[in-house]
Structure formats: structure tokens, C-alpha cells
């Protein structure tokens, strides 16, 4: 497969030109009437790096990416890539490649015009386009299909020519905006894998929006979950689901289950077990906390004279998710699956805490089970 | 197991019980009505047609003759309504989409909020009689204006807009408009060439119909010509008919026969192209 790096560089300005740019976001602050869609947004993004903005519908992500390719102006703040402001200038110049949630393939050109049409605008002649064009094509694996319209294509076809098309102009930034959630789920894995590692043989600087978190927990370097206008967290996948650090993002990023306890000390008490408190965390929460704890975070014992029992069951494969009902409080724990076989509904069990510490929040409303 | 009789769909059921199935007769009795409403509407349509293109095809005696279609082109004035009307026409139908395109476009993409109120906006020119907009702006409008045809093409934007919205309408309906433009935008694609190269092409099918409607318009317009005092097609007509009834039926038949070749032309051609692109594709 031919490297599209290896390409001649698209204009002048761009001959020596890093693969991937940075990108600052100061204080961003978007308003829709009494709606602050963008409140303060304030980031970094290195060269090179994928980084995911993930949150529920609402919370400004597609606004900051919006903002980001120059589709919207925000009301203050800049968007700075490679050290020039550009908050002032069009879309048309930014020099971003986009691929949007639904397939924005021109209808009445070709695969291979519409890869080609960055480049067109670009002025470069057409035999350099086609070239190009085809190597993308290759790149994306439809080098087949280049004569075919948008029509005749399946979804992810069509997202892998978009993917093309965005990268056939060699973008200092490429944002993706939730391109995979029209797809089905094979598909979609299957280009989920395909654009990360184009994105690694690349390295260019990208930003990815997604309300899906396995999407951003496995494709990103850093993910930036946002809430009501700002970032709740940035961080890798890892600390994000190991480490967050506020409530809206324990629970936002995998299943949390809420259970009310009292701090005693820097400890707190869960099921008669004296357990840490996650360091920082007991010091922003005053009056009534629950501690938030992951499925993994539990181990069960059967026990006849438990404080739990078993109300649901539901089988991933290689775990088992249990519901256990502790006193009013519904538990959510993870099993091996060949141990999950042998437990029943109304199978009285002891739970017991794992974590080497928990995170704590302030008292929130006990929430029945929906995904089990 | 089904077997078929004269009245019923009659089933067979796994424990050997018949059942009737009654929707088969219900169809049929469907299918009858549909064939005689459709019947009747080409009745309407076609009845008066029939009787206009027999009257044409008829010499003075009551005999078939293609005389009067022969005649017409040489008849007095008539090249010269035609080539007016034509002028107009197209005139008229630059103008619209001149106008109107940019309009539709921006209200769907900047203000779709405003869509209802353009929809009634746009309805107006058909409420308000013809004559009162002719009758106002000739005792208003300055000589000069006055003196020329292409006066009428002011007023025949203004009376086609209803039909050229729709239509512009529903084409950016059909179309993911916003994403369409933005993916233009960001591959460094100007407003022109946006509008040019990506959506001009998309909106083929409501430009046409666009185009279409107000060449009909203009050609069939009668009311603000006679008023403005030119000799387009329909003035023509008119006038032509106290000297040869025969004459300007062929005229009328010739006119709607012209505009109907030109519809199926544009249709043909639309087609044409997409069977090309087909082909191109290696698709049937």
C-alpha cells in the first residue's frame, strides 16, 4: 500500500509542514440564547495526538469541534493551531479535514472525484489529483470501487471514502464527528480499527466526538469527557476509567453503582468493610456521599445468612453481570462467566469490596438498573 | 397449502380446517375503482384536448387537413409572439432561479426557522389577482420601464415564485444540505464553487421542474400582456382567433405540444446522464 506521505505535498505552504499540528482552545464560550453550549472550554492537544471529546447529547462536543473547523464563531476565547490564531478565519482556509456523522460524500461525483475534490480546490492538475486520489483509495482498501457513485456503496464504504477524502488534502487537523455511529457494529469496529491505525502511520493530529465510550476508551490517547459546556476530566483511557475524578465521569465512563456511606476519617465503610477514599477526593465533598463503585470493584461470596441477593443476570461472554441487591441499594458486579452459571436469581450472597480504594460523591439518587 | 377459487383465497390450515381469505375480492374491487377514477380523470384532461386538436386538424369544408398547422408559421404576427414569449420565457426563468436559488438556499441553511414563513410568503402572488399588480405598477412605473417587454418578466418572477420555491424546496429537503456545504467548505471549496459544483448538481431534478414551470407560466401568461399592451403568444392567440379559429387552435396545439417535447427533452436528457454515470459506474 503506498504511503500517502510519501506524496508530494499539496501547496507550497504546506512543503514543510509537520504531519500533525498542535491545537489550543482558550476559553472557548459558545451561547445559543440562554444555552452555554461552550462554557470556558479550555485544551491543548499535542501533535500528532488523538484526542476524543466524549460526552451526553448536549454538552458541547460537536459545538467545540464545530468551533474547532471554523463552522461556528464563538462568542470569546481563540482557536490557535501551530501557534497561528484562527479564529477569524474561514472554514474554507482552515486546512482541516472532516468526516461527518453522516455520509457527506458528494452524490453526483465519483468515488475518486469526490476523494479528488479537496485537491481541485487546491488547484493541483488532474493527473496529480487522480494519482492521489487512487493512492488514497488504496490506503482506505476501495481502490476497486473508484468509479462507483456514493449510491452504490455501503455505509462504511462510504465513510472509508470520506476518510479519504478528508486525509487526500493532507489536513493539518483531521476531525471526525461521531463518523462511526450510523454504522452497524461489525462495521463499525472494523473502521474504528482502520482510522486509529491510519492515524498512528500518520500521525496526524486528530479529534475525534463521540457519545459511544468504548469508541473513545479505545481509539483515543487522551479522551476529554465534557459536561454542560466544559471538560469534567482529560486523560488517557486508562486513568479515565481507572482514576476519574468526579463523579459525572465515574459515571459517565463505564458502570458505576452508587452506595451511600459515611466518611470516617480518610476511610469510608461499605458493607461493614473499612475501605480508603480515593486521595483528593474526600476533601471537595462535604454533608451526605455515596462512594461509586465499578462492577469490578466487587467480589460475592455465596452465603445463605448474606446482606444480598441475586435480581439480575446478564451474560458478556466472558463475564457475567450480576445485579445484587444489598437493603435497598442495587449492586452491580462482574464474574467470570463459568462462576456466573452456577449462581441463581435469589441466591443470597455477601458482597465484599476489591478496589484498593473508592471514589466518593456527594449523595445522588439510587438508580435501578436499566442495562441489565 | 392456498388454492385459488373465483371469490376467495382459500387456505388450507396445518389441522386440515379451511379458512377463507377475503382480501383478494376487496383488491379486485379496488383495482376497479382505481381504473375507473383514472379513466375519468383522463377524460377531463384529455376530452378538451381531443376536441381542440380535432377542430385544428380540420379545414374550413369540416375535412381532415394539416392546413392550418401549415399556415402557421407564416401567419401575421405569429413569429413574432412566439420569438417574444420565447424571450421572455427565458429571461424570466434566469431571473427566478437568479433570484431565488440563493434565497431557498440560505433560508435552509441559515434560517430554516424562517421556512414556514417564506412557505406563506411565497403562496401570496397566487392570491393576488394579476390584474391588480399590472394595473398598479403601469399607472406607477416610470416610461421607460414601461416601454419595455421586459416588464412583464418582473411580473412573471413575481407570479412564478410560488411554483419555483416549491419546487427549490423540496430538492434541498431531499438533500443533507448543511453537511454537503460544510464538506465543500472544509476541503477549502468557496461559496461559489460550493454552490456550482455541489449543490447546483443535487438540485438538477428541482431546477428543472423549476425551469419547466416557468417557461409554461410565461407562455400561457395572458391577462398582464394584454394589459401591458405586448403581443406574446397567448395575446396572439387571442387576437388571431376573430381571423381564424383554425389557426389558433393549431397555435394552442403547437404550444402545448412544443412545451410537453420540451419537458420530456429535459426529462430525456436528465435520464440520459444518469444512465451515462450508470454506466461509468458498471452498474446496470
Not at chain 2, 16 to 25: I, Q
Not at chain 2, 33 to 57: E, S, T
Request: aromatic content about 8%.
Amino acid at each position: 500500500m503506498t504511503d500517502v506521505r510519501d506524496s508530494p505535498p499539496v501547496g507550497d505552504s504546506r512543503a514543510a509542514a509537520p504531519a500533525g499540528a498542535t491545537v489550543s482552545l482558550e476559553n472557548l464560550v459558545r451561547s445559543y440564547g440562554k444555552v452555554r453550549a461552550l462554557d470556558g472550554l479550555t485544551l491543548s492537544i499535542d501533535a500528532g495526538e488523538f484526542v476524543a471529546f466524549l460526552g451526553p447529547s448536549g454538552c458541547g462536543k460537536t459545538t467545540a469541534l464545530r468551533v474547532l473547523a471554523g463552522f461556528e464563531q464563538p462568542d470569546s476565547g481563540r482557536v490557535i493551531v501551530d501557534g497561528k490564531d484562527l479564529s477569524n478565519v474561514n472554514a474554507q482556509k482552515r486546512d482541516m479535514g472532516m468526516v461527518f456523522q453522516s455520509y457527506s460524500l458528494f452524490p453526483n461525483m465519483s468515488v475518486l472525484d469526490n476523494v479528488a475534490f479537496g485537491l481541485k480546490m487546491r488547484r493541483q492538475s488532474g493527473s496529480q489529483r487522480r494519482t492521489k486520489a487512487a493512492e488514497l483509495l488504496e490506503l482506505v482498501g476501495l481502490g476497486d470501487q473508484s468509479v462507483k457513485y456514493p449510491h452504490q456503496l455501503s455505509g462504511g464504504q462510504q465513510q472509508r471514502v470520506a476518510l479519504a477524502r478528508a486525509l487526500a488534502i493532507e489536513p493539518r487537523v483531521l476531525l471526525l464527528d461521531e463518523p462511526l455511529s450510523a454504522l452497524d457494529a461489525k462495521v463499525r469496529a472494523e473502521l474504528r480499527d482502520q482510522i486509529r491505525s491510519l492515524q498512528q502511520r500518520l500521525a496526524i493530529t486528530t479529534v475525534f466526538v463521540t457519545h459511544d465510550q468504548e469508541e473513545a476508551l479505545s481509539m483515543a490517547d487522551r479522551v476529554c469527557v465534557m459536561s454542560s459546556g466544559h471538560i469534567e476530566q482529560i486523560a488517557s483511557p486508562a486513568t479515565l476509567y481507572a482514576r476519574p475524578t468526579t463523579a459525572f465521569v465515574a459515571q459517565f465512563v463505564g458502570i458505576s453503582s452508587r452506595v451511600p456511606v459515611q466518611m470516617d476519617g480518610s476511610e469510608v465503610v461499605i458493607f461493614g468493610q473499612r475501605c480508603p477514599v480515593r486521595t483528593g477526593d474526600s476533601a471537595a465533598v462535604t454533608g451526605p456521599i455515596d462512594a461509586l463503585l465499578r462492577p469490578e470493584d466487587v467480589a460475592i461470596d455465596v452465603d445463605p445468612d448474606g446482606t444480598g441477593f441475586i435480581t439480575h443476570k446478564s451474560f458478556f461472554g466472558a463475564t457475567t453481570r450480576l445485579v445484587v441487591q444489598v437493603g435497598e441499594i442495587p449492586v452491580r458486579v462482574d464474574v467470570r462467566s463459568d462462576v456466573g452459571a452456577d449462581l441463581a436469581l435469589g441466591e443470597h450472597v455477601r458482597p465484599r469490596i476489591i478496589a484498593r480504594d473508592v471514589l466518593i460523591a456527594a449523595r445522588g439518587p439510587l438508580e435501578i438498573p436499566s442495562d441489565e | 397449502m392456498a388454492s385459488i377459487g373465483t371469490t376467495a383465497l382459500v387456505i388450507e390450515a396445518t389441522d386440515g380446517s379451511l379458512e377463507v381469505d377475503n382480501r383478494r375480492p376487496r383488491r379486485k374491487k379496488f383495482r376497479t375503482w382505481r381504473l375507473i377514477v383514472m379513466v375519468l380523470a383522463a377524460a377531463y384532461f384529455l376530452a378538451p384536448l381531443y376536441a381542440g386538436l380535432k377542430f385544428a386538424l380540420q379545414n374550413d369544408s369540416g375535412h381532415f387537413s394539416f392546413w392550418a398547422f401549415q399556415t402557421l408559421p407564416s401567419s401575421q404576427g405569429f413569429s413574432a409572439a412566439f420569438f417574444l414569449s420565447m424571450r421572455l420565457a427565458i429571461f424570466t426563468a434566469v431571473v427566478e432561479l437568479l433570484l431565488m436559488v440563493p434565497t431557498a438556499i440560505f433560508v435552509h441553511l441559515r434560517l430554516p426557522k424562517l421556512r414556514p414563513m417564506m412557505d406563506f410568503v411565497t403562496i401570496l402572488p397566487i392570491v393576488v389577482p394579476p390584474i391588480v399588480l399590472i394595473v398598479g405598477v403601469l399607472g406607477s412605473a416610470p416610461l421607460w420601464l414601461k416601454s419595455s417587454p421586459y416588464l412583464l418578466s418582473v411580473f412573471y418572477v413575481v407570479l412564478a415564485m410560488p411554483f419555483v420555491y416549491r419546487s427549490l424546496d423540496a430538492g434541498l429537503t431531499a438533500i443533507d444540505l448543511r453537511t454537503l456545504v460544510e464538506a465543500s467548505r472544509s476541503l477549502g471549496g468557496s461559496w461559489i464553487r460550493t454552490l456550482v459544483s455541489v449543490i447546483m448538481p443535487n438540485l438538477r431534478a428541482a431546477l428543472l421542474s423549476a425551469t419547466a414551470l416557468t417557461l409554461a407560466l410565461v407562455f400561457g401568461e395572458y391577462t398582464m400582456a394584454n394589459l401591458d399592451g405586448w403581443t406574446t403568444m397567448p395575446v396572439w392567440i387571442a387576437q388571431f382567433q376573430q381571423s381564424d379559429a383554425h389557426v389558433t387552435l393549431a397555435a394552442a396545439m403547437a404550444l402545448l405540444i412544443g412545451t410537453w417535447l420540451l419537458l420530456s427533452l429535459i426529462v430525456a436528457a436528465d435520464r440520459s446522464q444518469s444512465r451515462r454515470r450508470r454506466r461509468r459506474a458498471g452498474t446496470p
